[in-house]
C-alpha cells in the first residue's frame, strides 16, 4: 500500500523557517515526479512547488526566493525548505507524487498527480 507522510508543520511567527518532509512508502518514486501543494481554508487547493526524477524543478511566483524543493530519492523523500515565512503561507501542505515517471518540467496540476499524503498544517502569526 503506497503511503506519503508530510511532517514538520506547525505554528511559527512570522520571519520563521519550517522545513517539510514527505516520506513515501509501498513503492519507490525515484522515477516520479513529486510535489507540495497547499490549501488554505475556503480556497482551492494551488500548487507550491515540484521536482522531477531529474531534478528539474518547478516552484510557484509567490514562494519564489523563499521556499525550496529537494528530494532524496535513497530515502524516498521530498523535502520544502520554507524561509521567510509570512502569513499568508498559512494552509494545509500535502505532498504527492505521479505514478507514472517524470523526467522534464514536473506537473504542477493536482489532477497530473495520483498519490496524496494527509496534510500538515502551517500557521504563520503576524
Known amino acids: 500500500q503506497v503511503q506519503l507522510v508530510e511532517s514538520g508543520g506547525g505554528l511559527v511567527q512570522a520571519g520563521a523557517s519550517l522545513r517539510l518532509s514527505c516520506a513515501a512508502s509501498g513503492r519507490t518514486f525515484s522515477s516520479s515526479a513529486m510535489g507540495w501543494f497547499r490549501q488554505a481554508a475556503g480556497k482551492e487547493r494551488e500548487f507550491v512547488a515540484a521536482m522531477s526524477a531529474n531534478g528539474a524543478s518547478t516552484i510557484t511566483d509567490s514562494v519564489k526566493g523563499r521556499f525550496t524543493i529537494s528530494r532524496d530519492n535513497a530515502k524516498n523523500t521530498v523535502y520544502l525548505q520554507m524561509n521567510s515565512l509570512k502569513p499568508e503561507d498559512t494552509a494545509v501542505y500535502y505532498c504527492?507524487?505521479?505514478?507514472?515517471?517524470?523526467?522534464?518540467?514536473?506537473?504542477?496540476?493536482?489532477?497530473?498527480?495520483?498519490?496524496w499524503g494527509q496534510g500538515t498544517q502551517v500557521t504563520v502569526s503576524s
Open positions: 504527492a507524487a505521479t505514478r507514472y515517471s517524470s523526467t522534464w518540467n514536473p506537473p504542477t496540476r493536482p489532477v497530473s498527480y495520483a498519490y
